[in-house]
C-alpha cells in the first residue's frame, strides 16, 4: 500500500498564493508520475499538472499560475500556485503511479486538500 498525505489546502484571497504538497509513503519501489487533480462542486475532477521525470504538463486554465515540483528523495511533490482566481477553488488531490516491486504496480490517490479562493 501506498499513501499519499496532502497538506498546505486554505482560504485566500484573490491574487494570492498556496503552496500544496503531497508525501508518499509505503512500500515504494518507483514512482513514475505524480500530480495534482482538483474537483470543484458539481463538476468532474480535472487535472491540474502532472510531473514525470523532468517533464511537466499543466491545464491551459492554470499555466503561467501554477508550478509543479518534485522532490524524488522524499517522495514528495509540490504545487505552488501564485495568483489565484476564484475559480480555482475546490478540492485539490494528488496522485501517484509507480512500482511497489518490479513486477507490481500501484495508483494512489490522496484523501484532497480545500483550496478556497475569496475575499
Known amino acids: 500500500q501506498v499513501q499519499l498525505v496532502e497538506s498546505g489546502g486554505g482560504l485566500v484571497q484573490p491574487g494570492g498564493s498556496l503552496r500544496l504538497s503531497c508525501a508518499a509513503s509505503?512500500?515504494?519501489?518507483?514512482?513514475?508520475?505524480m500530480g495534482w487533480y482538483r474537483q470543484a462542486p458539481g463538476k468532474q475532477r480535472e487535472l491540474v499538472a502532472t510531473i514525470t521525470g523532468g517533464s511537466t504538463n499543466y491545464a491551459d486554465s492554470v499555466k503561467g499560475r501554477f508550478t509543479i515540483s518534485r522532490d524524488n528523495a522524499k517522495n514528495t511533490v509540490y504545487l505552488q500556485m501564485n495568483s489565484l482566481k476564484p475559480e480555482d477553488t475546490a478540492v485539490y488531490y494528488c496522485n501517484a503511479d509507480g512500482w511497489v516491486t518490479p513486477f507490481r504496480s500501484f495508483s494512489s490517490w490522496g484523501q484532497g486538500t480545500q483550496v478556497t479562493v475569496s475575499s
Open positions: 509505503g512500500t515504494i519501489f518507483r514512482i513514475n508520475a
